[in-house]
């Protein structure tokens, strides 16, 4: 089962920094696009910054400047470097991945959420 585990979520001052992490596990033939999203209390789900397997990037304007993705796709892993957070970029950042398997099929797949929460 494919399976994706965020991880490096914690409670930081307004300023400070945090990287997040999400490793991607089991059987797949390749992840396409990957991308972190968040979801604040009584707010939709938004996207914060996408990437390619090849590496092309975008981000949502309220981080940019401040967030920085990058893959390591040899230990199939997606990252989002935050700095100079805000207490408005508290919230539960989700990994979302596109997953081909061995049958050609491609499929989405999201990780738990890790929480990230900043105080002013």
């Known amino acids: 089962q494919v399976q994706l585990v965020e991880s490096g979520g914690d409670l930081v001052q307004s300023g400070g920094s945090l990287r997040l992490s999400c490793a991607v596990s089991?059987?797949?033939?390749?992840?396409?696009?990957m991308g972190w999203y968040r979801q604040a209390p009584g707010k939709g789900r938004e996207l914060v910054a996408a990437i390619t397997e090849g590496g092309i990037t975008n981000y949502a304007d309220s981080v940019k400047g401040r967030f920085t993705i990058s893959r390591d796709n040899a230990k199939s892993t997606l990252y989002l470097q935050m700095s100079s957070l805000l207490p408005e970029d508290t919230a539960v950042y989700f990994c979302?991945?596109?997953?081909?398997?061995?049958?050609?099929?491609?499929?989405?797949?999201w990780g738990q959420g890790t929480q990230v929460t900043v105080s002013s």
């Open positions: 979302n991945a596109d997953i081909t398997a061995v049958s050609r099929a491609t499929y989405a797949f």
């Open positions: 089991g059987s797949f033939v390749r992840i396409n696009k």
